[in-house]
Every structure is written in C-alpha cells, then in structure tokens.
C-alpha cells in the first residue's frame, strides 16, 4: 500500500504559541505559501494554555531594553548568549503590541493602556498580563488569529514519529494520524520544530500530560545536538500531590513565603534574593524551599507531604478577586484552601526547561531548513535559568524569527527525490505497525515511567551530585534496554493513545539521556543546576553550553561557547 | 487503617473495527478520596485496562480536554471530584458528538462552527507593531472578558438540547466567541458577525434552555452571549433597513 | 444505552476519516434534573394553544348576540374549563418566574453609550409591569362585568 503524501511549502510541527506564531509570520509574509501545521492535539491544547503570571516587554518609561536585557542575563547566570537577548528585548514590545491587536486581552491600567506587574528577578514592571490566564488568553488569540489564513493547513491529532533528512537536508516528516492508525509523509521544504520541553519525564510537575519531550527526541535522533540540557527549572510554587501551578504572579501582587514558624525565610534568612526576597529568580527561590525542607522548618501536616506556605492572606479579597483570581480557583478546587483566609501549600515543581534543540539567533539548527523555536528550542535565551513571564515572548519572538528565516530558506530549497522518502516513510509506518502488533512483553508503560520519573527526580532535582547524578545516567540506560521488552495491549488501529503512550515514552527516554549525561560532566553549579560537590559557579572551566549529540554507541557530550557581550559574568546576588 | 473505598466505573468502549455499536465495560477499582474522575479513568488505563481511549492534557482545567459525561451529566473529568459519587459511576462519551473510540468524540464539527462566526479581530485598516497597544479602558475589557473564558471544552454543545436536533445550529460555545468579538471594543466586524448570526444556524433556533451555562465549567454564561447575541442581530438588521450599506460602520 | 440525537448532529462537513457511533442526546433528557423544567417551559405553548381556542370561540359568541354570550357564561363555569384556567394560570405564573430570571441576563451591555439597570432592577420591573397590568386588567373586566 502506497504511503500518502502531503505537500506543503512549510511544516510546523506543533500548534501552541511558538508553533502558531510561526506560522501566522510566514501566512503574513506571503499569502502565497501553503503551511502544513501538523500537531499531536488540537491547537487549544497546547500547553501554553496553562501559562498563568504574564508576558515580559520593556512598557513603561522607567525601563529600557538595557535594564531587560541585564535582568534576563543576570537571571540567566550569564550563561544566556547575549547577541540572542538584545534581539529578544528589542522585538518584545513589538511582539505583545501585535497579541494586542490580535485581541489578546490584556489587562489594563485605568488610562486604557496596557498594564504591567512584578515579577521574579525584573528589576521594575515589565510582565504584561491577562488576569492570571496569559497563557490561555495569548494562546486562544493566537489560534483564532491563524484561523484568518486558508494558507495554513491544519493537520490535528497527527503524531510526527521522525524526520525525513536527505544528506543534510530537511525534507519533511513522517506523522502516524492517532484516529486512522495510518502513517502519512507531511513534506516541506523547511520544517519548523515548536513542540515544547519534557517535563513528563520528572514525577513532579506543572507540565500537561502532552509534554513529553517530543520535537527534541526527534531532532536529536536525527543527528542535531541537545544544548544545556541539564537546566531543568523547579517553579518554586507548584501546589503538592498534583504539581498544578501557582503563578509568581502572586508573590508579584506581595505574597510571601512561610515556613512551619510562620517566618518569611527568603527576608529572615540569607538566600541571595536580598531585597527582592519572594521576586528573586525561582532557581534561588526553589533551593530556599528545599533548604528550609531540609533544616526541618517545612509544613507537614495534613496529606501534602514536606512544604512551605505561600500567604496571600494580607492582600485581600478584592486584589485576588481581580488580578489573581484563577489563583485562588486552582487553591479551592485541588487543595481545598482559600488563599483570602488560608496560606496555600507549595513546594518546587518541575516546570521549565532551558535546554534543548540546539539552535543560533534565527532558530536555524545543524541540518539545513531546520528550525526550532520555543521551550523545545535552546537559542541561548535562557541560559541557566529563565525569569518568568520570559518565556511567552521568547515563543513569539522565536516563533516568528524562525518561521520567517524557514520561509527565506524555502525559496531557495529544492525538492528532494520522492522515491527514497516514500520507502523511508514506508520503513516506518512498518517499524509503528510493528511496534503496534508487538504480543510479547513484560514490562508495563506505567512501571517504566515510573522508573523513569524516580531516577530523575533522585538523580536531577534541585541538588545534585556525582553519585545520584551517575545513578541516573545508569538507569536511563537500562531503562532504554527495558523499553525493548514494553508491553502493548492495545493492538487497535483507531484512536490507539497506548501506541502513543509508548512513542511518548521513547521520546522522554531519550532527552533523559542527554539530560542525564550532560548533568554529570558540569562539575559546577550554575543558575537551576546545583551540585552539593561542587557549590559554586565556575566561569573558568565551565562558562560554556553543553552539547550533547546521539550516538550509537551512546551519547556525545561536548562543549559550544556563550556569545558574551556588553555584561561581564560577575557574582549573581540581589 | 481501613482500605480505600472501591467505586464500580462503568465506562463506554468502542471500537469500530470491532464493535457494531458502542458497549459498557465495568472496571473495579479502589479510590482515593482526593481522586478527581480523570485520575480514575487515568488509573484504569495505566494499571488496568492499557485499551482505554480517552483524551486528557492540563489536568488543571485549563486546556478543555478531558469533557466526558458522568452519570448522566457532561463534567470536566479533571475538575470533578469522585468522591462525590456513590458506589457505581457511568462514564460515557459527550453526548450530541459522534463517537470516535470509547470516550472519544468527533470535534471537527465544533471546529467548523467555530470558524464559521468569524473568530478574530476585523478591522477596516490592520494595525502594525509600531503603532503600539490599542488603548482599551477597563471597564471596555469588562464588556466581553467573560465570554473570552471558553476553554472549547465542549461541554455546553452536549448539554444543549438544541444542538441534538438541529445540526445547523452554531451552538453556545460558537456564538459566544463570536458575540465576545462583537462586544469587544477594538473589532469592527461587528455587522459581518451579526449577518452570520441571522444565517444558517442561526441564534434565534435557542430555545434559552440555559443548559449551556449550568454545565459550563468556566462561568463563561454563554447563554448570556447567545441571547445577547439575538438582541443585536435585531438591531443590526432594522439599522441595516434604515441605514443604506454604504453608511454602515 | 441513551437515545439517538438527530444523526447528522455535529457532524463535521469534511466526512470522518473513520467509522463513528451515532449522537446520542443528553441521557436526562427530555423529563430528568434540570430538562424537566425546561421541557415544561417549552411544553406550555400547547395550554397557550388551547387558551387561543377558548378566546376566539368567547369573542365569537360575543359578536353573536346576547343569547351565545349567555350562554358561552354558563359553559365556562364549568369545572372542566376553571381547571384549565387555573393550570394555564400556574403555566404562566411558572413561565413568568423562569422568565424573568433569565431575561437580565440576555441584555447586551451596552446599547449606545445606554447600559442596561443592573439585573434586580429589571427583574423587578419586569413584576412590577406584569401585577400591574393584571391589576389593572382584572379591575377593568370585573368593572364591565357587573
């Protein structure tokens, strides 16, 4: 049976902010290019819908991009390359005041224009905000902006299992349809990659259900390398059992943080944070929580575990009425405590990734017409830890920027030879039929996902060192040789979401790998990665990214300079 | 300590290369009391049943996924408490949707209508970057923020007796986008809208029910906007009479 | 299992790529939890029917002459016909207050540079006018039947 093919100019693979913005740069680019948008849920379902706190821009008089740009290479531990953040401070505003035009609905200051709130590590207000939905008002406004352009060929619940390269050419993808069970060619002749970070692989999460890592496997499966991988955020307030997120917003509007005694640790104690105290970056912020764990000052009663409080007691009904309200829905409905009378419990959640595809300031990667942008993608803007509110912008800014240097490269690009594609495709709709059919196995999907979850919270958490993070590496890879016996008992072809589960599953086992292995060879702590052996940061020997490429053999890990500019790395205090 | 509680979920599956019509299956299971529905059916597919088909994401109420009708009623399984319930809970998939496989339904439908009211901001004159943020007072934002709430959940095109029988009918979670459009004070598409409203599947085949906003997990009240709706699309059509085209805003 | 709904319900205009089950209709309706209420409402215009069945063969005996008008009198004492005036009198009592609640929320907010009185405000004009006019109208039928 011959494979179907679709043909496109442009394959996006992914529908969320980043992926979506790409793709209305290049339908308002030129009306004439026809976009394939293949993603594995329907774009509303991406998980940018769940971003709460804001979206950062240099707005009000007494900021400049200056200000933005060394608050974000400060918060990244100068580990951020500073050529990618003075091109990501100068869109911002540019990017947000198009959200607004696009009706977005931003929240607003009396005098109609938009308004602006602290956040962590923002030296003044700069975090653009829709009450505490940004992500889903930004996100909903993005999708129904999109809807606007024929041009943009929507692919919905499409799985991308690989990525067709020709020599060192982009070509396309192959994509299992998760209703029919058939395999399909999406081909391009540029391929934006907007498909978010991995959080599943950690047991404690904000992340959805849907990020599992998946436009980074496929990549680096392909040969394109991994960068800083073992930056991995812990969002301080994260809500214990479910891990669903409590903005920063709500420190931003004066939370504070308490522990068993009642005393706001982040003031009383010496954390680094300052005066910024509860608006230090979260990396400082979430070693402070397990400190305070650790020295036996953390909230135990009740079913939740260790963890500290978040007191927004003193800010009043109507401030959280108004600019916190989906804050104080998420605390009634999955904790049972109202934040106007209670303290919220929370303790640091996995969130964020800073690592990922490795890209250059255009999101253009190894392979030609190859581009990533957003978490899945490592630019460098992050660097070792991002500021919050950073992140909308950076899958706006990138988004466009990648999906407008993919447009530029399409023009150019030739078709490649169809035959030799459509037997490769042919070779993996086999392997997934295959893999589909499998009857033999012992080991069930949630007991390697467990596994998975254990080594990396043990190995990867907050505190690191050599042991556990060697311990990690270990298991993943034995991890990765069980996966070959998993066990499928779903054998059916349409709407099979075990086979999925189990592709899902492959794809975190191998940025766990990459995470894994670049984790043990830092021997310094710097930004998110903190190892008890080594406390402190060392610009000598460590002041570079890490790469880390596939290999047969196992993976590579190697080095890649940070672009450093105007700010000389110095000692990271507030 | 005494054991958990066990609950009986018994749970719609279907697959059409094998089953002429949907059936039920019964799953057994112990429960924990923080337990939303969705970790049920989630526990059921990972440590029981690996065949269970269902769609899930946010798990925080955000995302729209996970709509699915318990015992009768369509519930945002992630939001849904199960201890509510008693001993035997039914899940069944969305009603008025075609059924793909076991809890999951057809939503291309609903991503027709949607596309139908024209969900975006329309202008005479397109903006550029450069000219910054529209100015918008708070109390314009206030006119239509409720309405832009809609997580596309689905649930209120279930409960909608309406949209069971007339399968042109736009549907609540439709003309409420379309009416936040309307309202909203920097789009002009606002006739455009209203012509849509008064065409095929029309607004005024709402009956006011008012089902929609019961089972609307986010208080977007779209029943609100669809009778909201009909009361400018009156006016819009005896302005039309008045006033010639050309003369429209 | 619950009931089909109309088959073409929701269906996409692009036909699924694979074989769906029908659309079934919410399983509580049409007379369960809340649809009970609604079906009632709807249910209701059918009394209204019958009253406009009545109102015509009043009024046409009225035009008749003093004899049907007499008569058409002693057929409507009849305890049949003041059993269907008092439940057509409940139906709309029922209507009114179902109505009522509603009817606040389906005013656009704003129209022109008018907003709407805030929701109690309408609801109670809206039972102001409607004891009113039955006040009214009550006093002016019993005054021109002495």
């Not at chain 1, 041009?151 to 998760?178: C, H, M, P, S, W």
């Not at chain 1, 079913?303 to 109507?318: M, Q, R, S």
């Not at chain 2, 450069?130 to 918008?136: A, F, H, Y």
Request: with cysteine; proline share 5%; aromatic share 8%.
């Amino acid at each position: 049976m011959e494979i179907e093919v679709l043909r496109h100019d442009i394959v996006i693979v992914g529908g969320g902010g980043a992926g979506l913005r790409a793709a209305i740069a290049v339908a308002e680019a030129d009306p004439s290019v026809s976009i394939g948008m293949v993603s594995k849920v329907y774009p509303m379902r991406s998980h940018t819908v769940s971003a709460e706190g804001g979206a950062a821009a240099v707005a009000r008089d007494d900021d400049d991009f200056e200000m933005h740009g060394y608050d974000t290479v400060k918060g990244s531990d100068f580990l951020g390359d500073q050529d990618v953040i003075q091109y990501f401070v100068q869109e911002a505003p540019k990017e947000l005041a198009l959200l607004e035009h696009w009706g977005c609905p931003w929240s607003r200051n009396e005098d109609g224009t938009v308004a602006t709130r602290a956040f962590g590590g923002m030296s003044t207000k700069r975090t653009w905000f829709a009450t505490d939905k940004v992500g889903f008002h930004m996100l909903h406004a993005l999708f129904q902006h999109s809807m606007r352009f024929d041009q943009i060929v929507r692919y919905d619940e499409q799985f991308v299992t690989k990525l067709l390269v020709d020599g060192n050419t982009i070509r396309g993808v192959a994509a299992l349809d998760i209703r029919e069970g058939v395999m399909r060619l999406v081909l391009g002749r540029a391929v934006v990659l907007a498909t978010g970070g991995g959080g599943k692989a950690f047991p404690f999460t904000t992340n959805g259900n849907i990020k599992t890592g998946d436009g980074m496997a496929l990549a680096y499966r392909a040969g394109v390398a991994l960068k800083d991988m073992e930056f991995v955020q812990y969002h301080p307030t994260g809500l214990p059992g479910t891990g669903i997120l409590i903005t920063e917003a709500a420190r931003g509007e004066g939370g504070y943080l308490r522990n068993a005694d009642g005393e706001r640790f982040l003031v009383e104690r010496d954390y680094g944070v300052g005066t910024k105290a509860e608006l230090g970056p979260r990396d400082m912020i979430s070693r402070a929580i397990i400190q305070e764990i650790e020295a036996g000052r953390a909230v135990t009663q009740g079913d939740w575990g260790e963890h500290v409080y978040l007191d927004l007691t003193h800010l009043g009904e109507e401030k959280i009425q108004s600019r916190i309200p989906m804050v104080r829905e998420l605390s009634k409905l999955y904790v049972g405590v109202d934040p106007v009378h209670d303290p919220i419990p929370i303790r640091p959640v996995v969130h964020y990734m800073m690592g990922g595809i490795d890209t250059d300031i255009e999101g253009g990667t190894s392979i030609d017409g190859l581009y990533a942008a957003g978490e899945c993608a490592s630019v460098s803007l992050n660097g070792a830890n991002r500021l919050g509110s950073n992140s909308l912008t950076e899958c706006l800014v990138f988004g466009a920027r990648s999906g407008r240097k993919a447009l530029e490269f399409a023009r150019g690009a030739s078709e490649g030879d169809e035959s030799s594609l459509r037997s490769e495709g042919a070779n993996e709709a086999g392997r997934v039929d295959a893999l589909r059919a499998k009857t033999s196995g012992t080991e069930k999907i949630s007991g390697l996902r467990r596994a998975l979850n254990d080594t990396m919270e043990s190995g990867c958490g907050v505190y690191r060192e050599e042991a556990s993070i060697q311990a990690s590496v270990d298991t993943v890879q034995e991890i990765k040789r069980r996966f070959e016996d998993v066990e499928i008992q779903d054998h059916s072809k349409v709407f099979n979401t075990e086979l999925i589960s189990v592709l899902e599953l492959s794809n975190m086992i191998d940025i766990s790998e990459a995470l894994t292995s670049c984790a043990v060879v830092r021997k310094e702590s710097r930004g998110a990665h903190t190892r008890r052996d080594f406390p402190n940061r060392d610009d000598q020997n460590f002041l570079h990214h890490s790469l880390c490429h596939f290999d047969s053999t196992g993976p590579k890990v190697s080095t890649k300079p940070v672009t450093l500019g105007k700010w000389e790395p110095e000692e990271r205090k507030y | 300590m005494s054991d958990p509680p066990k609950k009986t979920f018994v749970i719609t599956r279907f697959d059409p290369d094998v089953d002429e019509v949907p059936k039920t299956q019964s799953y057994e299971i112990a429960v924990d009391p923080d337990w939303k529905v969705l970790d049920a059916v989630n526990y059921i597919k990972d440590e029981v049943d690996g065949t269970l088909s269902h769609r899930w994401s946010c798990r925080m109420a955000v995302c729209g996924s996970c709509g699915m009708m318990v015992n009768g009623e369509p519930r945002l399984t992630c939001k849904d408490s199960v201890s509510q319930y008693g001993d035997t809970v039914e899940i069944t998939p969305l009603s008025n949707f075609p059924v793909i496989r076991d809890l999951v339904v057809d939503m291309d439908g609903f991503m027709d209508k949607f596309k139908k009211v024209k969900p975006w901001i329309i202008r005479a004159k397109e903006l550029a970057a450069e000219d910054g943020p529209v100015r918008q007072s708070p109390e314009e934002l206030e006119e239509f923020k409720q309405f832009s709430m809609c997580i596309n959940c689905m649930l209120c095109y279930s409960a909608c007796p309406v949209v069971s029988n007339e399968p042109e009918f736009l549907g609540p979670a439709a003309i409420a986008l379309g009416h936040r459009y309307n309202v909203d004070s920097r789009d002009e598409g606002a006739s455009e809208r209203n012509a849509i409203f008064r065409g095929e599947g029309t607004v005024f085949s709402c009956s006011f029910a008012n089902e929609c906003s019961e089972v609307c997990p986010k208080n977007v009240d779209p029943a609100a906007a669809v009778n909201q709706a009909k009361f400018n699309a009156v006016i819009d059509w005896a302005t039309g009479l008045v006033l010639p085209s050309g003369e429209k805003e | 299992m619950a009931r089909p709904a109309h088959p073409q319900a929701m269906q996409p205009v692009k036909p699924g790529r694979t074989r769906t089950a029908p659309p079934t209709m919410p399983p509580q309706f049409p007379m369960t939890g809340r649809y009970r209420a609604y079906t009632l409402f709807d249910a209701t215009g059918f009394l209204y029917l019958f009253v406009g069945f009545v109102a015509l063969r009043v009024v046409w005996a009225l035009g008749t002459g003093s004899a049907a008008w007499a008569s058409i009198q002693q057929q409507l004492a009849n305890p049949l016909y003041i059993g269907f005036h008092v439940i057509t009198l409940a139906a709309v009592c029922f209507v009114a207050v179902r109505f009522f609640g509603l009817f606040p929320k389906a005013q656009p907010p704003r129209i022109g540079p008018a907003k709407p009185p805030p929701g109690p405000v309408i609801v109670g004009m809206l039972y102001a006018a409607w004891i009113g006019i039955t006040v009214l109208m009550s006093a002016a039928l019993m005054g021109g039947i002495s």
